[in-house]
């Protein structure tokens, strides 16, 4: 017996330079080894093996990496359509021809089923509402003296500035008057102005759409996207005009005007149900449909339902991709576990020789599972650092907005520290198993 431990401390001498180095546990295994003097041992053994070892992260920081960027991606766009509905408010309603199965903002399609007296007949329902805003829209272009720009011109009613939060830089908005005589005016949109007019001013000046002269009377404050659009890049007059002059709102049976939407804002949040109800029960009756809504020729768009609703497919989107990308940790963790098994059998010598002269079981297990989490840990905050470098040069672009949250640093650390654990016992009880008589013979 001594013969062949003296032998194996002359082969462990001249061991391997790439193999895993395994530093005395204890010299007379009377008490079981420090924590931190195997952690110091585990680093040591690693960075004996850089390439191994990097290459062992590397499953693990692909993962954690991809876990990181993809949460704070799916956190960004949940954020951002949140503030696209909420800039013009939870409480709006938005009626829209097209039946409900074709509901999403937008999307009317060529139904065109709701008429200026569908509105006419919604405000005489007294309803507790801010304002009832019918809007009739088309695309068109607008040419100043010195410019021109295509946008979309939106025909409405003075109700549509309080319902849409929106704020006068300069000159006011239309009135009353000018939509009963659809007066030829027109308020632009911070972006269409700086275009048409750059930094002079635009109040005053005249534009042209369709060969229709129109005085400007106002623009708007800038005030980027909302609503799945952006207001800055609009230009607004009063919706008979729109109907009468510019892109023909007849009816077929020429007895009412087309309008593409009709927006309330609702008092009270508490209200929101009722109102959608009523607007639904009279709007059916109008339109001569069943009770039942199965023959529905509009949709009403209830925004903070809607809300709640992409809210939660976001999150379960993000989810599902956090899910695919922790897939990728999962095989870091089964690279892990495959280079420990080559490393017990590539230490088994050793293994066997420390046990030999009063080593622990426990503390060879606690080594392996040390190594392990050091392995998994490392590279968790390395894949940590680079997902969260994608995620700041994504926000760089102006194109989203991408924090890293703390949660997802600590779900994606937390997670990888759980597959090295996981996957590194395996291989621990194989080592801490290991007979010394067997282990000194093993060739």
Do not use: C
């Given at each position: 017996?001594?013969?062949?431990?003296?032998?194996?401390?002359?082969?462990?001498?001249?061991?391997?330079?790439?193999?895993?180095?395994?530093?005395?546990?204890?010299?007379t295994?009377?008490?079981?080894?420090?924590?931190?003097?195997?952690?110091r041992?585990?680093?040591?053994?690693?960075?004996?093996?850089?390439?191994?070892?990097?290459?062992?992260?590397?499953g693990?920081?692909?993962?954690?990496?991809?876990?990181?960027?993809?949460l704070?991606?799916?956190?960004?766009a949940?954020?951002?359509?949140?503030?696209?509905?909420?800039?013009?408010?939870?409480n709006?309603?938005?009626?829209?021809?097209g039946?409900p199965?074709?509901?999403?903002?937008?999307?009317?399609?060529?139904?065109?089923?709701?008429?200026?007296?569908?509105?006419?007949?919604?405000?005489?329902?007294?309803?507790?509402?801010?304002g009832?805003?019918p809007?009739?829209n088309?695309?068109?272009?607008?040419?100043?003296?010195?410019?021109?720009?295509?946008?979309t011109i939106?025909?409405?009613?003075?109700?549509?500035?309080v319902i849409?939060?929106?704020t006068?830089?300069?000159?006011?908005?239309?009135?009353?008057?000018?939509?009963?005589?659809?007066s030829?005016v027109?308020?632009?949109?911070?972006?269409?102005?700086?275009?048409?007019?750059?930094?002079?001013?635009?109040?005053?000046?005249?534009?042209r759409?369709?060969?229709q002269?129109?005085?400007?009377?106002?623009?708007?404050?800038?005030?980027?996207s909302?609503?799945?659009?952006?207001?800055?890049?609009?230009?607004?007059?009063?919706?008979?005009?729109?109907?009468?002059?510019l892109?023909?709102?007849?009816?077929?049976?020429?007895?009412?005007?087309?309008?593409?939407?009709?927006?309330?804002?609702v008092?009270?949040?508490?209200?929101?149900?009722?109102?959608?109800?009523?607007i639904?029960?009279?709007?059916?009756?109008?339109?001569?449909?069943?009770?039942?809504?199965?023959?529905?020729?509009?949709r009403?768009?209830?925004?903070?339902?809607?809300?709640?609703?992409?809210?939660?497919?976001?999150?379960?989107?993000?989810?599902?991709?956090?899910?695919?990308?922790?897939?990728?940790?999962?095989?870091?963790?089964?690279?892990?576990?495959?280079?420990?098994?080559?490393?017990?059998?590539?230490r088994?010598?050793?293994?066997?020789?420390?046990?030999?002269?009063?080593?622990?079981?426990?503390?060879?297990?606690?080594?392996?599972?040390?190594?392990?989490?050091?392995i998994?840990l490392?590279?968790?905050?390395?894949?940590?650092?680079?997902?969260?470098?994608?995620?700041?040069?994504?926000?760089?672009?102006?194109?989203?907005?991408?924090?890293?949250?703390?949660?997802?640093?600590?779900?994606?650390?937390?997670?990888?520290?759980?597959?090295?654990?996981?996957?590194?016992?395996?291989?621990?009880?194989?080592?801490?198993?290991?007979n010394p008589?067997?282990?000194?013979r093993?060739?």
């Amino acid at each position: 017996m001594a013969t062949t431990i003296m032998n194996t401390v002359g082969q462990a001498e001249h061991a391997d330079d790439h193999a895993l180095i395994l530093t005395p546990l204890t010299t007379t295994g009377a008490a079981p080894i420090a924590l931190w003097e195997v952690t110091r041992i585990s680093l040591a053994s690693l960075v004996a093996n850089k390439t191994r070892s990097l290459l062992t992260m590397l499953g693990v920081i692909i993962g954690v990496a991809s876990v990181v960027a993809l949460l704070a991606l799916g956190g960004g766009a949940s954020t951002y359509i949140t503030d696209q509905i909420t800039a013009i408010g939870t409480n709006v309603l938005t009626v829209e021809p097209g039946s409900p199965s074709s509901q999403g903002p937008g999307n009317s399609g060529a139904a065109e089923t709701l008429t200026l007296d569908d509105a006419n007949a919604i405000i005489a329902l007294n309803l507790p509402v801010i304002g009832v805003a019918p809007s009739f829209n088309g695309n068109g272009q607008l040419i100043a003296p010195a410019a021109d720009k295509s946008a979309t011109i939106a025909g409405i009613t003075p109700a549509y500035q309080v319902i849409n939060n929106l704020t006068l830089k300069s000159g006011t908005f239309l009135d009353d008057g000018q939509v009963k005589g659809a007066s030829p005016v027109i308020v632009l949109g911070a972006t269409v102005a700086n275009d048409l007019f750059g930094s002079g001013q635009a109040v005053g000046q005249n534009v042209r759409i369709k060969d229709q002269p129109l005085r400007v009377i106002g623009v708007l404050a800038k005030k980027g996207s909302g609503g799945f659009g952006s207001v800055d890049d609009q230009a607004f007059v009063p919706v008979t005009l729109a109907q009468q002059r510019l892109f023909g709102g007849r009816t077929p049976d020429g007895n009412s005007w087309r309008v593409s939407s009709i927006a309330l804002s609702v008092t009270k949040a508490s209200d929101m149900s009722g109102v959608q109800s009523r607007i639904e029960m009279l709007l059916r009756d109008r339109h001569h449909l069943g009770t039942d809504g199965s023959k529905d020729d509009f949709r009403v768009m209830n925004q903070a339902s809607f809300l709640a609703t992409l809210t939660t497919i976001t999150s379960l989107f993000t989810a599902f991709l956090a899910a695919v990308a922790g897939i990728s940790l999962v095989v870091g963790g089964i690279g892990i576990m495959n280079i420990m098994l080559v490393s017990v059998t590539e230490r088994t010598r050793e293994i066997g020789l420390r046990k030999a002269v009063g080593a622990r079981s426990g503390d060879i297990l606690l080594q392996f599972i040390v190594e392990a989490l050091v392995i998994s840990l490392a590279g968790g905050l390395i894949g940590l650092a680079l997902g969260a470098g994608l995620a700041f040069a994504v926000t760089l672009t102006g194109l989203l907005k991408t924090p890293v949250t703390l949660s997802a640093i600590l779900l994606s650390v937390g997670f990888s520290m759980a597959v090295g654990l996981f996957f590194g016992i395996y291989p621990a009880r194989r080592a801490a198993a290991l007979n010394p008589i067997d282990a000194l013979r093993y060739e």
